[in-house]
């Protein structure tokens, strides 16, 4: 098993800065790659970002990308997300997820992730 942590997340005006962390515990081994997605009131969780657990590799969804940033920090084993230029869009529930296979083209597809934090809240006002 593979347990998720976030932290981070909070209340910021349009354009502002946060930044989420997510910490894996237990068998990290396991660990292929690692996710954020988010999901706002009323609407589907969606994907924003993943990054294999190497760092090696990175995807973005249209939305965040050039304003988001996936990162692996390699002394605090752990998966940060920056987010930078914050819309009220971004309002949303935002979870860490964990995958243990690999993905090609299937990267966005929530199903294919095995493990997930509990979500952590972030607010963008206008």
């Known amino acids: 098993q593979v347990q998720l942590v976030e932290s981070g997340g909070g209340l910021v005006q349009a354009g502002g800065s946060l930044s989420l962390s997510c910490a894996p515990s237990?068998?990290?081994?396991?660990?292929?790659?690692m996710g954020w997605f988010r999901q706002a009131p009323g609407k589907e969780r969606e994907f924003v970002a993943v990054?294999?657990?190497?760092?090696?590799?990175?995807v973005y969804a249209s939305s965040v990308k050039g304003r988001f940033t996936i990162a692996r920090d390699n002394i605090r084993n752990t998966v940060r997300l920056q987010m930078n230029s914050l819309k009220p869009e971004d309002t949303a529930v935002y979870y860490c997820?964990?995958?243990?296979?690999?993905?090609?083209?299937?990267?966005?597809?929530?199903?294919?992730?095995?493990?997930w934090g509990q979500g952590t809240q972030v607010t963008v006002s206008s």
């Open positions: 997820a964990a995958r243990t296979t690999y993905y090609s083209d299937t990267y966005f597809r929530r199903e294919e992730y095995d493990y």
């Open positions: 237990g068998r990290t081994a396991r660990i292929y790659a």
């Open positions: 990054i294999t657990w190497s760092g090696t590799s990175t």
